[in-house]
């Protein structure tokens, strides 16, 4: 059977940063950061030949092209999500149909209108997708936002495993410790408390402010080339060991209602089986990952979902911290997450290179290999990433 | 308690649009008449909740709408403490139910007060007329 197995390696990162309000386009924020994606990998905008544009946040490839003087391109694909979009390139790597290609995603998610939150959409859209079951049975009564949608599953989890706000404030508490180290990260100067957490408004009960990652402004971007052509390059490259998606029964995005069983991950299971296999390792070899921390109360489940630890333990995991620090048993989204540096996909891959490049501001010694893992709550994915 | 705050700003629902989810009409006409109907499928009785085009287990295109019993057990729920549309005045509960016959709907409670709802708490379904084009479905304590 033919692998995608380290046949291609991620050899320029960028991000502009993020913020609250950049006062930019999302044009200029993404033209801005290509460049420095291929500045940092030593590569020419004419190196380029293929582009995947995130389907939801930036705009067409075609006018970053006029930008960014990016004439000829072989492939070019919309994707979405946090690793899929690699997998788009990686892919068309794998497959000679590019040597070298470009992942951005760019949007003022904070100061301009988040994609996809104007419900009226439905009615230019007309479209008979699953999203449709959002507009149709869902806001009818008030379940408009994100964090209500998940927030259902989330009290599944905190029900039937008996899981307290004490275990759970520890995924913010680690990863306010890991932002505060991190000059890119602005939401946290200094590192929060479980106090805090725990006195931190409820803004959909189950979930605190504290739990749900802010939305920002800002944009990022990934260079992909052949492994062979990446060790000759500026950075030491981060080869893919493995990049997939998983899905199950009765999926849908934050609202899988339907499925037996809701305090679960099962698609993150899945996920993890299939990285592991391609990978050909397991999570004893893991001693660092960027999971979603979107929703505090999924990173947990994730542990779970990506055999960190038995179904039920991953709150236990979490309490206290330790396990999630540098030096712990694995230390989770050294940036800071999404908690820490916006709600922004991508991010947890560029954390991943810095780790592999040994250049994190919490850089866990001997970081060969680095999971990447998105989605959580929705159609996951995740890569492997290898130094 | 209900969850329709200011009046004057409609409650979003594709109905007022002019829009609807063409797999679901069948289930919001049912709700107008005051009953509440599920799509399910006419080869093998499997549920098709969300409303759907064929069923998974069968793949039959071929279903029915049955009524169902109204009555169930509240499955879980989150209660917003921040109002994401002027329609909607916080504090308001959204809850899953899950009905006798197994299956799950999003609705709101009615008469019960956010820090009395409990996972398993019996609840049986009413039904509101907001105005002449949208009915809906809501659930309070069973008698
Ligand atoms: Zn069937």
């Known amino acids: 059977m033919p692998s995608i197995k380290d046949a291609a390696a991620v050899v320029g990162v960028a991000t502009t940063g993020f913020s609250t309000d950049s006062g930019r386009t999302e044009y200029s924020l993404a033209a801005e950061c290509i460049k420095a994606a291929l500045d940092d990998a030593g590569l020419r905008p004419e190196d380029v030949d293929g582009i995947v544009k995130d389907v939801v946040d930036g705009i067409d490839a075609m006018y970053i092209q006029k930008a960014v003087g990016i004439d000829n391109l072989t492939y070019a694909s919309d994707s979405r999500y946090g690793t899929l979009p690699l997998l788009n390139a990686v892919t068309a790597v794998a497959a000679g149909i590019a040597n070298t290609v470009v992942y951005y995603r760019s949007a003022n998610n904070a100061s301009g209108k988040r994609a996809g939150s104007d419900f009226r959409a439905a009615k230019e859209t007309k479209d008979e997708s699953l999203d449709m079951i959002r507009y149709d049975f869902h806001a009818p009564f008030g379940l408009l936002t994100p964090d209500g949608a998940i927030g259902m599953a989330v009290r599944r989890y905190l029900h039937e495993f008996e899981v307290s706000a004490e275990q759970v404030g520890w995924v913010p508490v680690v990863c306010s410790e890991h932002a505060a180290k991190n000059p890119q990260a602005i939401f946290h100067d200094a590192p929060i408390t479980l106090a805090d957490y725990i006195d931190s408004d409820v803004v959909v009960d189950p979930l605190r402010v504290l739990d749900c990652a802010p939305d920002v402004d800002g944009a990022i971007a990934i260079v992909v080339t052949r492994a062979e052509r990446a060790v000759d390059l500026s950075q030491p490259p981060a080869f893919v060991m493995a990049n997939a998606q998983g899905t199950s029964t009765e999926g849908e995005q934050l609202s899988s209602y339907s499925r037996p069983q809701m305090s679960g991950l099962p698609e993150m299971g899945l996920l993890g089986d299939e990285l592991y296999r391609v990978a050909g390792i397991g999570p004893n070899d893991i001693s660092v990952a960027q999971l979603d921390d979107r929703f505090a109360p999924l990173v947990p489940m994730q542990l779970e979902a990506l055999g960190f630890c038995e179904r039920g333990e991953g709150a236990a995991f979490c309490e206290g911290g330790d396990a999630l620090r540098v030096g712990g048993r694995l230390a989770l989204n050294t940036n800071g997450g999404f908690l820490g540096e916006g709600f922004s996909y991508g991010t947890n891959i560029i954390e991943a290179v810095r780790q592999i490049r040994g250049t994190s501001s919490n850089q866990v010694s001997d970081a060969e290999v680095v999971l990447v893992a998105s989605g959580a709550g929705g159609p996951a994915d995740g890569c492997i990433l290898r130094r | ?143």
């Open chain 2, 1 to 143: 308690m209900t969850a329709t705050g200011d009046a004057e700003q409609p409650i979003p629902h594709p109905a007022l649009w002019g829009v609807l989810y063409r797999n679901s009409t069948p289930f919001w006409e049912a709700v107008k008449r005051h009953e509440l109907e599920l799509q399910r499928c006419a080869q093998c009785g499997h549920w098709l909740v969300p409303p759907r085009p064929m069923c998974p287990k069968c793949r039959s295109a071929d279903s029915e709408w049955v009524p169902v019993s109204g009555h169930g057990t509240i499955y879980s729920w989150v209660t917003y403490h921040e109002s994401p549309h002027p329609a909607f005045e916080v504090p308001y509960s959204v809850v899953l139910v899950e009905l006798d016959e197994g299956v799950r709907l999003v609705s709101n409670p009615v008469d019960i007060a956010s820090d009395e709802l409990e996972i398993g708490m019996p609840v049986d379904v009413v039904f509101e007329d907001i105005d002449d084009d949208l009915t809906l479905f809501k659930f309070t304590r069973a008698a």
